[in-house]
C-alpha cells in the first residue's frame, strides 16, 4: 500500500520464473516431481539486495527472510517471497536497494543469466527481481495540553531519517497503532483509572496523526504521561522505564522499527509524551502576553 518499506519492517517480492531449455523456449514438463526446485524454500532463492554500497542480505545480517509461496505449473512459478531489511544501530540511508535472486535445483541448474552485483564493486551474481525504497523510521508522540473538560488528541508524526535529519515521513499513509497498544502511568492531580481511555487508534495519513484520549469525569484534572508499546509484546519499552503503569496495554503494536533514540543512543525505545488536562498553555507559540482589567 506504500511506495516504501521501513527498515524492520517486512515487504514482498513477487515474480515469476520460466524453466527454459537451451534454445530459450519454456520447458513444459519442468513441473511435479520433475521440477527441481522448490519454490517455497525462501532460502533457495538466495535473495540480497544493494542500496548504494550497502548490501542487504543475510550474510551481511541486514535481511532476513520469511516465507515462499509458489509452485512450478507448465514449466513456470509466480513466486511471491517475503523478506525484511534490518535497521542498523544507527539511522541510515535513504534507500533504492535493487533486490534479486540466483536461485540453483538440484540438478545444478541456475539462473541463465544475472544482471545485478549483490556487493559494492562485485561482479553480477543475483537476477534482478525488484528496486525497493526502504527508509529508516520512528514514530514521534508529542505532549498536548486541554481543558478538563474536553477531549486531547496527542500529535503523532512518522519521520524518517533524510541522511542528515529527521524530518516527515509525507509517503506513510499506512501505519497504525491500536488503542490496545496504549500505556498510561505517572498520575498527578486527581485524575483516576477511569479518566484514562484512548477514544481512537493512531491512523497515520501523510506522515501525521493523533491519539485521542477521552475527557476526564467528576471535574477532575492533571497529568498522565503515555506510552506506546511497539515491539511485538504488550510491554512497553519506552523512556518512562522502569515504570508500571496504572493502565497497560493488553496487545502488542507489531511496529518495533518505528522505534527511536528517546533516550541515549540505542533506537530501541517506544515513544511516550504527557497529556495535561486542565492546565493553561503558558508558553509555546506565546511571543507576548499581557493581563487585561
Not at 131 to 160: E, H
Not at 197 to 223: E, F, M, W
Amino acid at each position: 500500500a506504500s511506495s516504501f518499506s521501513y527498515l524492520g519492517e517486512n515487504f514482498r517480492l513477487a515474480f515469476t520464473l520460466t524453466a527454459q531449455n537451451v534454445a530459450g523456449s519454456t520447458t513444459q514438463n519442468y513441473t511435479g516431481s520433475f521440477a527441481k526446485l522448490d519454490p517455497t524454500s525462501a532460502s533457495g532463492w538466495n535473495l540480497a539486495g544493494l542500496g548504494g554500497t550497502t548490501t542487504f542480505s543475510t550474510g551481511s545480517g541486514r535481511l532476513s527472510l520469511g516465507s515462499a509461496t509458489g509452485s512450478f505449473s507448465a514449466g513456470a512459478a509466480s513466486v511471491t517471497l517475503t523478506a525484511n531489511a534490518s535497521r542498523a544501530s544507527s539511522p541510515d540511508g535513504p534507500f533504492t536497494a535493487a533486490f534479486g535472486v540466483a536461485p540453483t535445483d538440484s540438478d545444478s541448474v541456475a539462473l541463465g543469466s544475472y544482471d545485478m552485483a549483490s556487493t559494492s564493486g562485485g561482479g553480477n551474481d543475483r537476477g534482478t527481481v525488484a528496486s525497493v525504497a526502504l527508509r529508516f523510521g520512528r514514530l514521534r508522540l508529542n505532549n498536548a495540553m486541554g481543558a478538563a473538560d474536553r477531549a486531547l488528541a496527542l500529535p503523532a508524526t512518522a519521520q524518517s531519517w533524510t541522511g542528515s535529519a529527521w524530518d516527515t515521513n509525507t509517503l506513510d499513509s499506512c501505519s497504525t497503532v491500536p488503542v490496545t497498544a496504549v500505556n498510561f502511568g505517572n498520575l498527578r492531580k486527581t485524575l483516576t483509572l477511569a479518566d484514562l481511555n484512548a477514544t481512537a487508534s493512531i491512523t497515520i495519513a501523510g506522515g501525521v496523526g493523533t491519539l485521542k484520549l477521552a475527557a476526564p469525569g467528576g471535574g477532575r484534572s492533571g497529568t498522565v504521561d503515555v506510552g506506546l508499546s511497539l515491539g511485538s509484546s504488550s510491554t512497553d519499552a519506552s523512556c518512562l522505564q522502569t515504570w508500571t503503569p496504572t493502565k497497560a496495554a493488553t496487545a502488542a503494536g507489531n511496529a518495533a522499527y518505528l522505534r527511536g533514540a528517546w533516550c541515549g543512543s540505542n533506537v530501541d525505545k517506544d515513544p511516550s509524551a504527557r497529556a495535561s488536562f486542565g492546565l493553561q498553555r503558558t508558553q509555546d507559540h506565546t511571543v507576548y502576553r499581557r493581563e487585561m482589567y
